[in-house]
T-cell receptor
Framework: AQKITQTQPGMFVQEKEAVTLDCTYD???????LFWYKQPSSGEMIFLIY??????QNATEGRYSLNFQKARKSANLVISASQLGDSAMYFC??????????????FGSGTRLSIRP | EAQVTQNPRYLITVTGKKLTVTCSQN?????MSWYRQDPGLGLRQIYY???????DKGDVPEGYKVSRKEKRNFPLILESPSPNQTSLYFC???????????FGPGTRLTVL
């Protein structure tokens, strides 16, 4: 069965430092997608970054990058030069291989990131 | 403006009283989902829909029903709500299951 694990329930980081949020996954499918979403205290869910299992390069979006290590089944989110506005809950998620017979999407339990000024 | 809307945003109800949470998207997305968010458990998918009249169970479908009669709408129905369905519910839509999901603002449901 597919599974996403986020082992860090909470993290504190000093402003302007880089931070890595861990995500490991388990799947027997060779094709899948990995996502990161941010949930600020206001509650909305915000898409951050996507990595396809066959993508040759690690995904980057501004200050966000995804450290994808396929053999280790890890998809860690790296935030460079953290800002106070980065304080939020962060979720890792995995999608199935396209329009397969089971197109469930699964999320990890999340990591609460707090940025110290 | 591209968006996913949910109504109501807040609901307090009693055990056994049928309720419907509506979800609508204006992006012509084929894939729609319902999730519930509970502390320490992240988001868990309740049901998803690949297109009109095509729905399937997620990880926690018990006690819920859905329908997809039109592409834009994907209501969540609780026929006989129970206190363990007290949660924050999100509707989301995307072009497909491998695409970025757009989330609604959430519906906070309390079942007494």
């Amino acid at each position: 069965a597919q599974k996403i694990t986020q082992t860090q329930p909470g993290m504190f980081v000093q402003e302007k430092e880089a931070v890595t949020l861990d995500c490991t996954y388990d799947t027997s499918d060779p094709s899948y997608g990995l996502f990161w979403y941010k949930q600020p205290s206001s509650g909305e869910m915000i898409f951050l970054i996507y990595q396809g299992s066959y993508d040759q390069q690690n995904a980057t979006e501004g200050r966000y990058s995804l450290n994808f290590q396929k053999a280790r089944k890890s998809a860690n989110l790296v935030i460079s030069a953290s800002q106070l506005g980065d304080s939020a809950m962060y979720f890792c998620a995995m999608s199935p291989p396209g329009y397969s017979s089971a197109s469930k999407i699964i999320f990890g339990s999340g990591t609460r990131l707090s940025i110290r000024p | 403006e591209a968006q996913v809307t949910q109504n109501p945003r807040y609901l307090i109800t009693v055990t056994g009283k049928k309720l419907t949470v509506t979800c609508s998207q204006n992006m012509n997305h084929e894939y729609m989902s319902w999730y519930r968010q509970d502390p320490g458990l992240g988001l868990r998918q309740i049901y998803y829909s690949m297109n009109v009249e095509v729905t399937d169970k997620g990880d926690v479908p018990e006690g819920y029903k859905v329908s997809r009669k039109e592409k834009r709408n994907f209501p969540l129905i609780l026929e006989s709500p129970s206190p363990n369905q007290t949660s924050l519910y999100f509707c989301a839509s995307s072009l497909g299951p491998t695409n970025e999901q757009f989330f609604g603002p959430g519906t906070r449901l309390t079942v007494l």
